[in-house]
T-cell receptor
Framework: KAGVTQTPRYLIKTRGQQVTLSCSPI?????VSWYQQTPGQGLQFLFE???????NKGNFPGRFSGRQFSNSRSEMNVSTLELGDSALYLC????????????FGQGTRLTVV | AQRVTQPEKLLSVFKGAPVELKCNYS??????LFWYVQYSRQRLQLLLR??SRESIKGFTADLNKGETSFHLKKPFAQEEDSAMYYC?????????????FGRGTSLIVHP
């Protein structure tokens, strides 16, 4: 079956702009989590959605938001981009919230200039 | 606050040698601990979790609550084990139940 798909793979944005990233989970998976990976901070949890509801949230400012649709696809949005938002954004899907058997996408590489 | 520490950024061994990737954690409760692996040009994937007490690809990890450690071990390293390894903890934080990852250890197995 198809794995977790993230689009776009690469993105370049200017400071102050906003960006929306998309994640399509594995068929049948209803939970989607988002992560930010940077050389300085490593892999950090952003939030987790299940059944269109945010179930868990990491320690990121309100500029980072997400949503999940009825087909379990998820988007994350970052508003007022800062240079420090440049990172690899990963999404992972699992059957349910808190499931440890999470499958990761290949990520979206965001560069803010 | 929960924290995961992987003290070694890089671990270099020869094929057939034993491997131990260290992971220490800080958490005031009963943690869920995992190891993830990322091979070159592949996606991050779950390797094993402490609750299942399984051995995957010859790797094992034992939770030592006294030493707050969850080291990953393999008796005989193979070249295909070369990868980035991340230790992770899932626990309660600020009203959420979230995963926290270590910075990762790059394992290189020489022929």
């Amino acid at each position: 079956k198809a794995g977790v798909t993230q689009t776009p793979r690469y993105l370049i944005k200017t400071r102050g702009q906003q960006v929306t990233l998309s994640c399509s989970p594995i068929s049948g998976h209803r939970s989607v989590s988002w992560y930010q990976q940077t050389p300085g901070q490593g892999l950090q949890f952003l939030f987790e959605y299940f059944s269109e509801t945010q179930r868990n949230k990491g320690n990121f400012p309100g500029r980072f938001s997400g949503r999940q649709f009825s087909n379990s696809r998820s988007e994350m949005n970052v508003s007022t981009l800062e240079l420090g938002d440049s990172a690899l954004y990963l999404c992972a899907s699992s059957l349910g919230p808190g499931e440890t058997e999470a499958f990761f996408g290949q990520g979206t590489r965001l560069t803010v200039v | 606050a929960q924290r995961v520490t992987q003290p070694e950024k890089l671990l270099s061994v020869f094929k057939g040698a034993p491997v131990e990737l260290k992971c220490n954690y800080s958490y005031s409760g009963s943690p869920e601990l995992f190891w993830y692996v990322q091979y070159s040009r592949q996606r991050l994937q779950l390797l094993l979790r402490h609750i299942s007490r399984e051995s995957i690809k010859g790797f094992t990890a034992d939770l030592n609550k006294g030493e707050t450690s969850f080291h990953l071990k393999k008796p005989f390293a193979q070249e295909e084990d070369s990868a980035m390894y991340y230790c992770a903890l899932r626990g309660a934080s600020g009203g959420s139940y979230i995963p926290t990852f270590g910075r990762g250890t790059s394992l290189i197995v020489h022929p």
